[in-house]
């Protein structure tokens, strides 16, 4: 079953923050968050564990609520270099293999 | 540290014929997953290969195959093309699924 992200789009300007949500209908062992640019692979930000060990980015952070299946991805002080498309990849505890979302585009203007 | 690496970058084939893509992970990555990526379906889930076993199978016909080697290529299949297979295919790598995956550049593969 495909995650749920929200929003669609965003639009920042330079130093401005923004949460990106992703919601699953199963019990989730893991969420992954990606960032893809343009013409470029997917690329590894952070994963979050069921029982709370995280793993990833020094400057972007993400919470993780197990009993509502929910994650979400906090940038704080956005740079240009955040543009892009960011996807959330969950495995549910049947182990059923990384799912992604349809992704969120973030804008970050001068 | 070489990364994941696809081949070949680009295809052009013809509806009804069938295509082999390559992946070689990252050394010392057991697994590989392989993804569909299509403006409108986004990021979508092939398989998972794990010491030369399919672990997990996405929603893809019969005609999306693969497999993994003993030294852990892997490679995707894909039989009587159609247009809508027309996409960015991508393979992507991992020591064990607990530390995120590497995603390689992809393959372009277009159907006419």
């Known amino acids: 079953q495909q995650p749920v992200q929200s929003p669609q789009a965003v639009i920042l300007r330079e130093g401005e923050d923004a949460v990106i949500n992703c919601s699953s209908s199963k019990a989730l062992y893991s969420v992954h968050w990606y960032r893809q640019k343009h013409g470029e692979a997917p690329v590894f930000l952070m994963i979050l564990l069921k029982g709370g060990e995280q793993k990833g980015h020094e400057k972007i952070s993400a919470s993780f609520n197990e009993k509502k299946q929910q994650s979400s991805l906090y940038l704080t002080a956005s740079q240009l270099s955040y543009s892009g498309t960011y996807f959330c990849g969950t495995e549910d505890l049947e182990a059923k293999g990384l799912v992604f979302g349809k992704g969120t585009k973030l804008t970050v203007n001068p | 540290k070489a990364g994941v690496t696809q081949t070949p970058r680009y295809l052009i084939k013809t509806r009804g014929q069938q295509v082999t893509l390559s992946c070689s992970p990252i050394?010392?990555?057991?697994?590989v997953s392989w993804y569909q990526q299509t403006p409108g379906q986004g990021l979508q889930f092939l398989f998972e290969?794990?010491?030369?076993?399919?672990?997990n199978k996405g929603n893809f016909p019969g005609r999306f195959s693969g497999r993994q080697f003993s030294n852990s290529r892997s490679e995707m299949n894909v039989s009587t093309l159609e247009l809508g297979d027309s996409a960015l295919y991508l393979c992507?790598?991992?020591?064990?699924?607990?530390?995120?995956?590497?995603f390689g550049s992809g393959t372009r593969l277009t159907v006419v």
């Open positions: 992507a790598s991992s020591r064990t699924g607990d530390m995120g995956y590497t």
């Open positions: 050394s010392g990555h057991r697994s």
């Open positions: 290969y794990f010491s030369e076993t399919q672990r």
